[in-house]
């Protein structure tokens, strides 16, 4: 049986028991960074055999896990955050899984996505997720052309460094849009600031972004 486990976003307290209880039982658990995954279950007192399964090794590591999974073990997959699968390695040994006939289970738990969408308090009845926003500013200006003609909630991961280039393209294309930034949930300096790109870009230019960013695009009216 192959189990996708979702691990806390941040608050180590954020990880429910029937987690615990898989990993603690799993005969391997495949994570994508060892030494951050071993510090969590460290602190909730699980000790199982840990290897790396990431975006480098998971084609050779897939057939590794799949063999395993047909001798009979018990394997749990876990990322550094949230759940295994949405950017983050899990989905090919998934779909490999489903060919197979091999059963597995998807453990429901934190997200980022979904904490982050109800916190802006944009319209959570319709949304998409487009993943980690392009690095680079052709393709970043075409997916905010997109965000600004839909309907939906867009939401996106983007990193601290990108976030002002993000900004500068929003107050471009689209400066009366409410936008949301979600900045380290679930952490001590949480933080979820509305507004549009003028006052966002204000705010972030003026320090040193740091941590985990969700950034959201609310739909048309």
């Known amino acids: 049986m192959l189990f ?3 691990t806390p976003i941040g608050n180590r307290a954020d990880f429910t028991l ?3 209880e898989v990993l603690r039982e799993a005969d391997l658990i495949a994570a994508e960074d060892t030494r951050h995954s071993g510090h969590l279950l460290q602190h909730h007192g699980i000790h199982r055999p840990l290897i790396s399964y990431h975006e480098h090794n998971e084609a050779r590591r897939t057939e590794e896990l ?3 999974l047909e001798a009979g073990h018990k394997i749990a997959i876990v990322t550094d955050a949230g759940m295994p699968g949405i950017s983050d390695p899990g989905h090919r040994l998934l779909r490999a899984c489903q060919q197979r006939g091999i059963p597995y289970t998807i453990l429901p738990g934190p997200s980022a996505v979904l904490t982050a969408l109800i916190g802006s308090g944009f319209p959570a009845d319709r949304f998409r997720f487009g993943g980690f926003l392009p690095t680079k500013s052709g393709q970043r200006e075409r ?13 996106y991961f ?6 002002v280039k993000t900004l ?3 107050a471009i294309h689209l400066p009366e849009r409410p936008l949301c930034v979600a900045r380290e949930l679930t952490k001590a300096f949480e933080e979820y600031r509305r507004g549009t790109a003028a006052e966002l870009l204000a705010h972030y230019s003026a320090r040193t972004v740091k941590g985990e960013i969700v950034f959201l695009v609310s739909g048309l009216d």
């Open 18 to 20: 029937r987690a615990m």
């Open 158 to 163: 983007e990193s601290p460094y990108r976030l």
């Open 168 to 170: 500068e393209c929003c």
């Open 4 to 6: 996708l486990v979702p």
């Open 143 to 155: 997916e905010m052309l997109a965000a600004r003609d839909r309907e939906e909630t867009s939401i």
């Open 66 to 68: 799949l063999a395993r």
